[in-house]
Nanobody, 118 residues
Framework: QVELMESGGGLVQSGGSLRLSCAAS????????MGWFRQHSGKEHELVAS???????NYGDAVKGRFTISRDDAKNMVYLQMTSLKPEDTAVYYC????????????WGQGTQVTVSS
């Protein structure tokens, strides 16, 4: 199990930017696939972006071209740079981790709230 701590959320106007950060506790962080999820009120967790140990990235259709995921293995950190934010991006954002051939963790941290005003 990886302990994850998200930060960087806040209130921003439509069209604005935010950078989310996630600190992970595992010493084999560099071998993990890291992902950012979001949860709209009353909905299931939605995968927003993921990044492999080889830094290949994948994005959900709703955020392609606007969000960028990155990682710093020396610091055990993963980031989500969000630009051109829209009101529909309002959600609680969580990071998660899995091994290359494994499943995403079923336990979620506290997340960080992102609110985009119109």
């Amino acid at each position: 199990q990886v302990e994850l701590m998200e930060s960087g959320g806040g209130l921003v106007q439509s069209g604005g930017s935010l950078r989310l950060s996630c600190a992970a506790s595992r010493t084999d962080f560099n071998l993990l696939v890291m992902g950012w999820f979001r949860q709209h009120s009353g909905k299931e967790h939605e995968l927003v972006a993921s990044i492999t140990p080889g830094t290949s990235t994948n994005y959900g259709d709703a955020v392609k071209g606007r969000f960028t995921i990155s990682r710093d293995d020396a610091k055990n950190m993963v980031y989500l740079q969000m630009t051109s934010l829209k009101p529909e991006d309002t959600a609680v954002y969580y990071c998660n981790a899995r091994s290359v051939y494994g499943d995403w963790g079923r336990l979620w941290g506290q997340g960080t709230q992102v609110t985009v005003s119109s």
